[in-house]
């Protein structure tokens, strides 16, 4: 057999590369107009200095947010306390900080399929010795339907977007408490938790409400969440137990989840749409 061409590797590297980065772009996609409901439009070309998507807020808005998604275990291989550094090259701070839109980062792992945002802004990037920048990305930033507000808030800018982004977790915060007071320590799949681990999950998207109520809230462990609201776990409204995405049935980390008893509490309506939603994408 002849032997392969030196340049072999390079282009099969770069072909893997470019698979996983339209992987990371049609999962944002995805989340962005199932969980959000939101309009994305996909941007043609090389974007690495670019954006890939514009996503217009609301129905026929006219706001808008530029993304720049980046796919791959490699983004988060730094790291930080609450999430993961992104580097970015003097050249690409400019361009972003100058771009006539809002531009959010969101990071995809391909493992967990789930995405982490955060505005490139001034405010936010950290000046590096090369005279680029790191943003820090945090774990908290999960983009599904708790990202809504804050994202809303960006693309309306200014003074507002503090103001949306500190009044959303404080709601959040009083739901927790709320949910902790009636449930006590105990994730609504896994029992008993640390409390620093536990969060309040919204069940099901509400459309029209701003505020959560208990009914259609849960107490869960902080990775069983990102499950729950990136739709790779639900609750069987007839049996009331967890149903996992066909993807997570080899997980040895939550394969055995499947059939586990969900707590009582939350509103029958809530789990059935959530399940009737997120098992309409399982293959």
Not at 91 to 106: E, G, I, M
Not at 223 to 234: C, E, K, S, V
């Amino acid at each position: 057999m002849g032997q392969e061409p030196a340049d072999y590797d390079v282009r099969s590297r770069r072909k893997a590369s470019d698979v996983t980065a339209k992987v990371a772009v049609a999962e944002v996609q995805r989340v962005v107009v199932r969980n959000l409901r939101w309009s994305f439009i996909k941007m043609d070309g090389d974007n690495d200095y670019g954006v890939d998507a514009q996503v217009e807020v609301g129905d026929a808005s006219g706001r808008l947010l530029a993304l720049q998604i980046k796919g791959g275990r490699s983004y988060f291989d730094r790291p930080a306390a609450e999430g993961w550094w992104y580097y970015a090259s003097a050249t690409h701070v400019r361009y972003w900080t100058n771009y006539s839109l809002p531009v959010v980062l969101v990071m995809h792992h391909p493992d967990s399929d789930l995405c982490y945002w955060q505005l490139i802004s001034q405010r936010n990037l950290v000046q590096t010795s090369n005279g680029g920048g790191k943003l820090l990305v945090p774990r908290a930033n999960l983009l599904d339907e708790t990202a809504k507000e804050a994202l809303a808030a960006i693309a309306d800018g200014g003074k507002r977007s503090d103001e949306r982004l500190i009044k959303t977790r404080r709601r959040q915060l009083n739901l927790r408490q709320k949910l902790l007071m009636r449930y006590g320590t105990r994730c609504a799949v896994t029992g008993i938790s640390p409390v620093e681990l536990l969060e309040a999950a919204h069940i099901a998207p509400s459309e029209r409400r701003i505020e959560h109520g208990v009914d259609d809230s849960a107490l869960l462990r902080a990775d069983i969440h990102r499950l729950f609201d990136a739709g790779l776990m639900a609750v069987d409204p007839e049996t009331w137990r967890v149903v996992l995405a066909p993807k997570l049935h080899a997980n040895p980390a939550y394969a055995d989840l499947a059939g586990a008893p969900f707590a009582e509490g939350p509103s029958p309506e809530a789990i059935r749409r959530h399940f009737n939603e997120v098992t309409t994408f399982w293959d």
